[in-house]
Nanobody
Framework: QVRLVESGGGLVQAGGSLRLSCAASGIISSIKSMGWYRQAPGKQRELVADITSDGSTNYQDSVKGRFTISSDNAKRTVYLQMNSLRPEDTAVYYC?????????????WGQGTQVTVSS
């Protein structure tokens, strides 16, 4: 069974920084991509950033220049460095992975980690 475990959320003042981590574990053949989504109260879950196994990245426009996604393939871990945080970045952040196992290719989700940015 594949598990994605996030860490690093918390409370920070506007302008501050946080670093999220997400580690994948289980019987994994390969990881095609990993990414971060977020969901604020009353809003739909949205993509923040993702990264493919070859290092290609994609960002939501509102976080470009402030957030950086990176990965350590050997550790099966993805990171999200968040700088210049704004109150509107407040949300539950979810790790997502497109992962191949004996069952084929599937998307898996972490349990979520709360990020709160105070003004």
């Amino acid at each position: 069974q594949v598990r994605l475990v996030e860490s690093g959320g918390g409370l920070v003042q506007a302008g501050g920084s946080l670093r999220l981590s997400c580690a994948a574990s289980g019987i994994i053949s390969s990881i095609k991509s990993m990414g971060w989504y977020r969901q604020a109260p009353g809003k739909q879950r949205e993509l923040v950033a993702d990264i493919t196994s070859d290092g290609s990245t994609n960002y939501q426009d509102s976080v470009k220049g402030r957030f950086t996604i990176s990965s350590d393939n050997a550790k099966r871990t993805v990171y999200l460095q968040m700088n210049s945080l704004r109150p509107e970045d407040t949300a539950v952040y979810y790790c997502n992975g497109e992962i191949r196992t004996w069952r084929g290719d599937n998307r898996y989700w972490g349990q979520g980690t709360q990020v709160t940015v105070s003004s």
